[in-house]
Nanobody, 125 residues
Framework: QVQLEESGGDLVQAGGSLRLSCAASGTIFSIGAMGWYRQAPGKQRELVAFITSAGSTNYADSVKGRFTISRDNAKNTVYLQMNSLKPEDAAVYYC???????????????????WGQGTQVTVSS
């Protein structure tokens, strides 16, 4: 069993940066793929970034060039570095893990095995 816990959410001014962390209670070697999602009030949860166990990444068009997802297997942690933040980036950010991943496009939300509780990111204009 794996538990995911996000941290790093905060209030930041537009143009600023934040780094979110997602710590897994078990070894993330067993997790094939990790994703960061976000959900703003009144909107559907959406994929922000995705990383496989091999380090391949995928990003939403809205964050390409500004956000970077990475993972440190030794620390059982996945990160989301967010730069040049915009007010529209404000949301609750969730990390998710999928045990087995054979490649291809990011899984749908229903296919993930584990979810964290979320961390709030607020961006002031």
């Amino acid at each position: 069993q794996v538990q995911l816990e996000e941290s790093g959410g905060d209030l930041v001014q537009a143009g600023g940066s934040l780094r979110l962390s997602c710590a897994a209670s078990g070894t993330i070697f067993s997790i094939g793929a990790m994703g960061w999602y976000r959900q703003a009030p009144g909107k559907q949860r959406e994929l922000v970034a995705f990383i496989t166990s091999a380090g391949s990444t995928n990003y939403a068009d809205s964050v390409k060039g500004r956000f970077t997802i990475s993972r440190d297997n030794a620390k059982n942690t996945v990160y989301l570095q967010m730069n040049s933040l915009k007010p529209e980036d404000a949301a609750v950010y969730y990390c998710a893990g999928k045990l087995s991943w054979i490649g291809g496009p990011p899984p749908s939300m229903s296919e993930y095995d584990y979810w964290g509780q979320g961390t709030q990111v607020t961006v002031s204009s």
